[in-house]
């Protein structure tokens, strides 16, 4: 009978087990080569910038769920510049505003402008004017769950500079 030195059979087995781990890793990191990482201080990766004109300032998006016919619901995670804010602008089924991160503002159309902080959730109405965004002096980077069920989103006016500093 052959002894066993178990000093080598637990350097191997040690061996064998940070082989696997590394292939790991490396199979992993292969698999997000299309995906953007986030940073340390990100909840989630920042996403592109939006090119469009329904926002005023520098903002990114991430869409992290799009609405389908399983769930109704888009989620994005969204940043926004010192000053960056949308058009005001309806959700026919309603919005869920979830604050991350920084110091942003929510108003809804005839009532003030609140401030919006790190943990904060914002329920906006269905069919309710309103706008949101960061503040003058620090980004804000929220999630955002927008019901699709009753319609897309209806972009309407600016936010004009007044209305913002408010």
Known sequence: ????????????????????????????????????????????????????????????????????????????????????????????AGQIILALEGVGYYQEKGSPKIIVNKGDVIKCPADIPHWHGASKDMKFVQVAITGRDKGETIWLQQVSDIDYNK
Not at 15 to 43: W, Y
Not at 74 to 89: C, E, L, N, Q
Request: with cysteine.
């Open 1 to 92: 009978m052959k002894k066993i030195n178990f000093k080598k059979s637990l350097y191997l087995l040690a061996i064998f087990c940070i082989a696997v781990g590394l292939m790991s890793c490396n199979n992993r990191k292969d698999q997000l080569s299309d995906h953007k990482i986030s940073t340390p201080n990100e909840i989630f990766p920042k996403g592109e910038k939006v090119a469009n004109t329904n926002f005023t300032g520098n903002v990114w998006l991430n869409n992290l769920a799009q609405a389908n016919s399983i769930n109704q619901n888009a989620v994005g995670s969204v940043t926004f510049d010192p000053g960056a804010r949308t058009k005001w602008h309806i959700h026919p």
